[in-house]
């Protein structure tokens, strides 16, 4: 049996197609190992989001440069955000690099070994599909871990957001169709899957493209409907997008958890116009206010960049504003960085100084620690449902899970509690997570 060392840069999306990656070399004979050094085929799933990613890429590719040397059978490629950015760059600065693939050629990985093993020549493949029928390609079938799984439902970004890259190395929105993905559901919940998170780059806008399709608030509303299904939760989405059909689904859809990720970016309108994102501070809190009068209970996390070009400290203040103004129970936040191709990188200086980034980074992190810990306080008492992911990190008999609002409890129970929904008294609260006793399975 031949070997595969795969290794995955960045987000939940990237996760997900390195899943697809394993399982496609899977049917192909190859099983995982997590040492190159034993590796019959090294794949590097990449990321570009965020900063430093091609200098990640090509320094990993440095240290398998050796293993090459030694065992020239040894196939070696890059997949992902950045091979989809650098292309051809990628075989001339890694000239012993076997095989480049883009963001929407996962499912021709095989053919791509297979034709470099034999006429051992380089594979490049970097098409972006216009129709979606190609997201129904082997391999494409949905990831499960325990009783959760990832389905796409749409891939690509209409957006303009003008420091993202996104829309560059992962093309124009595509959504699937409504009855390929209400049947893959289907089939998850008759597997016992009981969570499925919905997985795009700005899910919320799904059908928008595709001519007769169901639109996201309707998709959500096919999907409360399969029986099996406890829990339906989505990301990543956007603010524009959050329509007033899909404010209402929080209210209606029984399923639907209670939380949403709704990145900001930034509490500054000034900021918010240079990053193209379509929407002013005030336009962003009225949709959360409605969202709240339709579902007080929701949990709220985001997305915050520090540092853009040109951002003043009264322009920084107002993110810290908005933050204890919406009070989020999480974030994500980030020093700027420029990434190639985008508009931010064209018309702006990158001129706020790295320690200033950083300093703004810590006041953020420090804030959203506290407003995080007071709001995991105050579920002190309560009874939490909780879905049980496994054993908790930290071991010692403590499993851990996630209530509907995605807060973390970790509690004293037995591995066969995994894949479970239990309830769980909350006793103890930090800022990234909760503690609590179990009360009963449901
Ligand atoms: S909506 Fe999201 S993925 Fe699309 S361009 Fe903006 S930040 Fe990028």
């Given at each position: ?7 995955t840069?960045g987000c ?13 070399m899977?049917?192909q004979?190859y ?6 050094e034993n590796?019959d085929l090294i794949?590097?799933n990449?990321?570009?989001v965020?900063d430093k ?13 050796e ?7 040894l196939?070696i490629?890059?997949?992902g ?14 000239p ?6 883009g ?6 990985l095989?053919?791509?070994v297979e ?6 020549e380089?594979q490049i493949e970097?098409?972006?599909h216009r129709?979606p029928?190609?997201m129904?390609?082997a391999?494409a079938?949905?990831i499960?871990h325990?009783?959760?799984a990832?389905?796409?439902i749409m ?7 003008s ?14 169709p409504?009855a390929?993905?209400?049947q893959?559901?289907?089939s998850l919940?008759?597997?016992?899957v ?17 001519a ?11 999907i409360?409907?399969?029986e ?12 524009e997008d959050?329509s ?7 209210e209606?859809?029984?399923k639907l958890?209670e939380?949403?990720?709704l990145?900001?970016?930034?509490g500054s309108?000034?900021?918010l ?7 002013t501070?005030r336009e ?6 409605h969202?709240r009068?339709?579902?007080?209970d929701?949990?709220l996390?985001t ?5 853009f ?12 504003e908005?933050?204890r103004?919406?009070?989020y129970?999480d974030i ?11 508009a931010?990188?064209k018309?702006?200086n990158?001129?706020i100084?790295e ?5 703004r980074l810590e ?9 995080s810990?007071r ?7 309560i009874v939490e449902e ?5 054993i908790a990190?930290?071991?010692r008999?403590?499993?851990t899970g996630?209530?509907?609002a995605n807060?973390?409890?970790n509690?004293?129970?037995s591995a066969?509690l995994?894949?479970?929904?239990v309830?769980?008294r909350?006793?103890?609260?930090g800022?990234?997570?909760l503690?609590?006793?179990l009360?009963g399975?449901?």
């Amino acid at each position: 049996m031949k070997r595969l060392y795969l290794q995955t840069y960045g987000c939940q999306m990237n996760q997900y197609d390195s899943d697809r990656i394993a399982r496609l070399m899977e049917q192909q004979g190859y099983a995982a190992t997590d040492s190159p050094e034993n590796a019959d085929l090294i794949i590097l799933n990449t990321c570009s989001v965020r900063d430093k990613a091609e200098q990640k890429v090509y320094s990993a590719l440095g240290r398998w440069r050796e293993l090459k040397e030694r065992n020239p059978a040894l196939l070696i490629g890059v997949g992902g955000c950045v091979a989809q950015q650098e292309g051809e760059t990628l075989f001339r600065r890694a000239p012993f690099l076997d095989l480049v693939f883009g963001t929407q050629n996962i499912h021709k990985l095989p053919a791509m070994v297979e034709d470099a093993s034999m006429a051992r020549e380089r594979q490049i493949e970097l098409a972006f599909h216009r129709e979606p029928s190609y997201m129904e390609d082997a391999g494409a079938e949905p990831i499960v871990h325990g009783a959760k799984a990832y389905v796409t439902i749409m891939q690509g970004c209409n957006k303009v957001c003008s420091f993202c890259i996104v829309p560059y190395v992962r093309g124009r929105e595509l959504s699937r169709p409504s009855a390929a993905i209400i049947q893959e559901v289907e089939s998850l919940a008759a597997r016992g899957v009981k969570e499925v998170m919905l997985l795009g780059q700005n899910v919320n806008s799904y059908g928008k493209t595709a001519a007769g399709e169901l639109s996201f608030a309707e998709l959500l509303a096919r999907i409360d409907r399969v029986e099996g299904i406890e829990r339906v939760r989505f990301t990543t989405s956007h603010p524009e997008d959050l329509s007033p059909a899909l404010v209402a689904a929080y209210e209606k859809l029984e399923k639907l958890c209670e939380h949403l990720h709704l990145p900001v970016q930034s509490g500054s309108d000034h900021v918010l116009k240079r990053m193209r994102r379509g929407y002013t501070r005030r336009e962003y809190l009225h949709r959360i206010e409605h969202l709240r009068e339709r579902r007080p209970d929701v949990a709220l996390s985001t997305d915050i960049i520090v540092g853009f070009p040109g951002e003043s400290e009264a322009e920084f203040a107002d993110t810290l504003e908005i933050l204890r103004e919406v009070e989020y129970d999480d974030i994500y936040a980030f020093g700027y960085s420029p990434r190639p191709h985008t508009a931010a990188s064209k018309l702006f200086n990158d001129d706020i100084a790295e320690e200033v980034k950083r300093a703004r980074l810590e006041k953020v992190l420090r804030l959203q620690a506290e407003i995080s810990r007071r709001k995991n306080f105050a579920r002190i008492g309560i009874v939490e449902e909780v879905l049980v992911d496994g054993i908790a990190k930290l071991g010692r008999g403590q499993m851990t899970g996630r209530t509907r609002a995605n807060r973390i409890v970790n509690f004293p129970g037995s591995a066969e509690l995994s894949g479970k929904l239990v309830n769980v008294r909350i006793s103890g609260a930090g800022a990234n997570s909760l503690t609590g006793e179990l009360i009963g399975a449901q």
